[in-house]
């Protein structure tokens, strides 16, 4: 059906080996979110508490992305990005998530504490 | 003059070619995803087959026709989503360059839809990253990126090879 | 020409991939000084950063037992010693920290007091279990009639005389603070410039974490979660002393660790002091000293030590600063900074 040259058969498998290794690199913080940071642009990040109900309205680079915390969880609500793919993937809840509207510039990182400082004092 | 219209004709179809990539360019972002962010990038199969057929200069002048004018149809041109695209046109015709015209003899259209799909996705990670969320954070987007690059490579792999037996026998 | 392309070809796939690669921070977590303690070093040498922490933590184990108050060891030895009112030469391993235990004490007047063990074995702290009961107030009575302080002991050279029969170490205050700039000082002398050193919530840094400095995060003291978090300067030190780190309740009251040598209660002013400094064995004792001067009269003994940087928090929660920790501290944004109190020093 598809012709295989020896580059095709290292590819594939090279690939195939890819796959699992691309996973593995990525750490999976499996820890309580604890906040949010949203960016726009070049800025640096402002914090907001995810324990909370609240709306944000962030002015970015084609207009205001709106931001919904609410029990825990965060999404993008309005954005006036054309794919709307950030509105699209709807709430998200765990840490290391990162929701981008990138034609307007604006991410949210969800933290937890040990993504956001190097080191607790107490 | 016939050398010309020789000539003319391949034009005719590199563009012919270009506006079927620029349709299923457009068609394709018209539907929703089932995971936001990720395409098939099936006009990169019109790409795939036009390196296959004509070589990589071609390719590239169908991919680049399909990136501007898809850009320009959708009045993305010069936003963010256009230098995605663009860096991802030009990563993937780099990898095809070198596999096609370097390594031909070792290599197939697997090979060269797989490395081209993954170049794709890394290019896009990259400029995203460096130029519109400078943040370390978009890094996790690398698994499920070159997990969807390697798929869908071979994927438009396996659909140009059959358009390829088929083309091949009705031309 | 082909040689050129393949090479072009792989430069792309070397960049690509470099941009993946993570960053060079090596983690190393083990249980000393009664604690967990987390060394972060960021380094591409990766086999001296794992020698480097591995000779950390054993020399932090060693301090452990060399300076443990009340198990037996050279601590305890050097206060057996003393109690006997005779001149002798003391451990090396426990000179240098009973010299600036007693220079720090001095200068903390007194409120930092390294000679009062027996009063706090007599609270319970000198145990790894911890009572049920308070002590009698006659038996603090007692205590603090003669109640020893580092003026109680003469060092001359390496030799050293107790000059009251109660003296009783206890380096709790001081010990976890030296051990940790000590080791940021021997990670440096190694050439590992980029260190985070967290005893039990008690924590040094060097450098930075790379793309940013050090931050740290400040627990409530009242309750669950961050309070204020603060960028670390190239080398710095920063050490709470809190009433909810060791403590039992009786009748409803909580007795906790940091025991007030003028009253012989444990200091009652105060939730939780934080300080920034330099040096971690001044930022551990500073933090006690200050919060047993709790909020009226931190100022004079902060100055003696050589302390700017400090924060407390007070019974009804609110926040006392020096101006200069003012401007380190970012705080969260649960918290209302209308309530927050700076202090001129």
Same mark, same amino acid.
Request: proline share 4%; net charge negative; charged share 20%.
């Given at each position: 059906?598809?012709?295989?040259?020896?580059?095709?058969?290292?590819?594939?498998?090279?690939?195939?080996?890819?796959?699992?290794?691309?996973?593995?690199?990525?750490?999976?913080?499996?820890?309580?979110?604890?906040?949010?940071?949203?960016?726009?642009?070049?800025?640096?990040?402002?914090?907001?508490?995810?324990?909370?109900?609240?709306?944000?309205?962030?002015?970015?680079?084609?207009?205001?992305?709106?931001?919904?915390?609410?029990?825990?969880?965060? /999404?993008?609500?309005?954005?006036?990005?054309?794919?709307?793919?950030?509105?699209?993937?709807?709430?998200?809840?765990?840490?290391?998530?990162?929701?981008?509207?990138?034609?307007?510039?604006?991410?949210?990182?969800?933290?937890?504490?040990?993504? /956001?400082?190097?080191?607790?004092?107490? | 003059?016939?050398?010309?219209?020789?000539?003319?004709?391949?034009?005719?179809?590199? !563009?012919?070619?270009? !506006?079927?990539?620029?349709?299923?360019?457009?068609?394709?972002?018209?539907?929703?995803?089932?995971?936001?962010?990720?395409?098939?990038?099936?006009?990169?199969?019109?790409?795939?087959?036009?390196?296959?057929?004509y070589g990589w200069r071609f390719a590239a002048w169908v991919s680049l026709l399909r990136v501007t004018a898809g850009s320009?149809?959708?009045?993305?041109?010069?936003?963010?989503?256009?230098?995605? +695209?663009? +860096?991802? !046109?030009?990563?993937?015709?780099?990898?095809?360059?070198?596999?096609?015209?370097?390594?031909?003899?070792?290599?197939?259209?697997?090979?060269?839809?797989?490395?081209?799909?993954?170049?794709?996705?890394?290019?896009?990670?990259?400029?995203?990253?460096?130029?519109?969320?400078?943040?370390?954070?978009?890094?996790?987007?690398?698994?499920?990126?070159? =997990?969807?690059?390697?798929?869908?490579?071979?994927?438009?792999?396996?659909? =140009?090879?059959?358009?390829?037996?088929?083309?091949?026998? =009705?031309? | 020409?082909?040689?050129?392309?393949?090479?072009?070809?792989?430069?792309?796939?070397?960049?690509?991939?470099?941009?993946?690669?993570?960053?060079?921070?090596?983690?190393?977590?083990?249980?000393?000084?009664?604690?967990?303690?987390?060394?972060?070093?960021?380094?591409?040498?990766?086999?001296?950063?794992?020698?480097?922490?591995?000779?950390?933590? %054993?020399?932090?184990?060693?301090?452990?037992?060399?300076?443990?108050?009340?198990?037996?060891?050279?601590?305890?030895?050097?206060?057996?010693?003393?109690?006997?009112?005779?001149?002798?030469?003391?451990?090396?391993?426990?000179?240098?920290?009973?010299?600036?235990?007693?220079?720090?004490?001095?200068?903390?007047?007194?409120?930092?007091?390294?000679?009062?063990?027996?009063?706090?074995?007599?609270?319970?702290?000198?145990? %790894?279990?911890?009572?049920?009961?308070?002590?009698?107030?006659?038996?603090?009575?007692?205590?603090?009639?003669?109640?020893?302080?580092?003026?109680?002991?003469?060092?001359?050279?390496?030799?050293?005389?107790?000059?009251?029969?109660?003296?009783?170490?206890?380096?709790?205050?001081?010990?976890?603070?030296?051990?940790?700039?000590?080791?940021?000082?021997?990670?440096?002398?190694?050439?590992?410039?980029?260190?985070?050193?967290?005893?039990?919530?008690?924590?040094?840094?060097?450098?930075?974490?790379?793309?940013?400095?050090?931050?740290?995060?400040?627990?409530?003291?009242?309750?669950?979660?961050?309070?204020?978090?603060?960028?670390?300067?190239?080398?710095?030190?920063?050490?709470?002393?809190?009433?909810?780190?060791?403590?039992?309740?009786?009748?409803?009251?909580?007795?906790?660790?940091?025991?007030?040598?003028?009253?012989?209660?444990?200091?009652?002013?105060?939730?939780?002091?934080?300080?920034?400094?330099?040096?971690?064995?001044?930022?551990?004792?500073? %933090?006690?000293?200050?919060?047993?001067?709790?909020?009226?009269?931190?100022?004079?003994?902060?100055?003696?030590?050589?302390?700017?940087?400090?924060?407390?928090?007070?019974?009804?929660?609110?926040?006392?600063?020096?101006?200069?920790?003012?401007?380190?501290?970012?705080?969260?944004?649960?918290?209302?900074?209308?309530?927050?109190?700076?202090?001129?020093?």
């Amino acid at each position: 059906m598809i012709e295989m040259k020896p580059g095709d058969w290292l590819v594939l498998i090279f690939s195939l080996l890819l796959i699992p290794l691309s996973w593995s690199l990525i750490d999976h913080p499996s820890a309580e979110t604890s906040a949010i940071e949203i960016t726009v642009a070049d800025a640096s990040p402002t914090t907001y508490s995810i324990k909370q109900q609240t709306q944000i309205n962030v002015a970015g680079e084609l207009g205001h992305s709106v931001i919904e915390i609410r029990d825990g969880k965060v /999404r993008f609500t309005n954005s006036p990005c054309s794919g709307k793919v950030c509105i699209l993937s709807g709430w998200h809840q765990h840490s290391g998530d990162h929701i981008v509207c990138l034609p307007n510039r604006v991410s949210i990182s969800l933290l937890a504490e040990q993504d /956001r400082f190097d080191g607790i004092n107490f | 003059m016939e050398k010309n219209i020789e000539i003319t004709e391949e034009d005719r179809k590199i !563009a012919s070619f270009a !506006a079927l990539a620029i349709a299923i360019h457009v068609l394709e972002s018209g539907f929703p995803s089932p995971v936001p962010g990720i395409k098939p990038g099936l006009a990169n199969i019109i790409t795939l087959l036009v390196l296959f057929r004509y070589g990589w200069r071609f390719a590239a002048w169908v991919s680049l026709l399909r990136v501007t004018a898809g850009s320009l149809l959708m009045g993305t041109f010069m936003s963010p989503t256009f230098f995605l +695209s663009l +860096s991802g !046109a030009l990563a993937s015709l780099l990898s095809m360059w070198v596999l096609w015209t370097v390594m031909r003899r070792w290599v197939g259209l697997l090979g060269v839809s797989i490395t081209a799909g993954v170049s794709h996705v890394m290019a896009q990670l990259l400029v995203a990253w460096w130029l519109f969320i400078p943040h370390s954070g978009i890094l996790v987007l690398t698994p499920v990126l070159i =997990t969807a690059g390697i798929l869908f490579g071979i994927f438009n792999a396996i659909i =140009t090879s059959s358009i390829e037996n088929r083309l091949s026998r =009705t031309l | 020409m082909r040689c050129l392309q393949t090479s072009l070809f792989i430069l792309a796939l070397v960049v690509l991939l470099a941009a993946c690669e993570k960053q060079n921070l090596n983690r190393y977590q083990s249980f000393a000084f009664g604690t967990l303690i987390e060394i972060k070093i960021r380094s591409d040498d990766k086999a001296l950063a794992d020698r480097a922490s591995a000779s950390l933590f %054993s020399d932090f184990d060693e301090m452990h037992s060399d300076w443990h108050a009340w198990e037996a060891g050279k601590l305890t030895q050097t206060s057996a010693m003393l109690a006997t009112g005779e001149w002798f030469t003391a451990d090396k391993a426990v000179q240098d920290i009973i010299k600036l235990s007693k220079q720090y004490s001095l200068r903390s007047n007194g409120l930092f007091n390294p000679a009062i063990g027996e009063l706090i074995q007599a609270w319970g702290f000198q145990a %790894s279990e911890l009572p049920r009961l308070p002590p009698t107030e006659a038996k603090i009575d007692s205590l603090l009639a003669d109640l020893p302080a580092v003026l109680d002991i003469d060092i001359d050279g390496d030799k050293m005389r107790g000059r009251n029969p109660h003296l009783k170490l206890d380096l709790g205050a001081i010990a976890k603070g030296y051990a940790v700039s000590a080791g940021i000082n021997k990670l440096r002398d190694q050439g590992l410039n980029h260190a985070l050193i967290n005893a039990g919530g008690d924590l040094c840094g060097i450098g930075n974490q790379g793309e940013r400095p050090w931050r740290i995060g400040i627990r409530n003291p009242s309750g669950e979660g961050i309070m204020a978090s603060i960028e670390l300067e190239n080398e710095e030190c920063v050490f709470t002393s809190g009433d909810y780190e060791r403590y039992y309740n009786h009748n409803g009251k909580r007795y906790h660790h940091i025991i007030d040598p003028r009253s012989g209660y444990p200091a009652d002013k105060v939730t939780s002091v934080t300080v920034l400094h330099l040096d971690g064995a001044i930022a551990d004792a500073a %933090s006690t000293a200050l919060f047993i001067a709790g909020p009226d009269g931190w100022q004079e003994i902060a100055k003696k030590m050589g302390v700017r940087d400090v924060m407390m928090v007070d019974k009804q929660g609110r926040i006392i600063m020096s101006p200069s920790m003012h401007k380190r501290i970012k705080f969260e944004p649960a918290v209302d900074e209308t309530s927050v109190i700076i202090t001129d020093p």
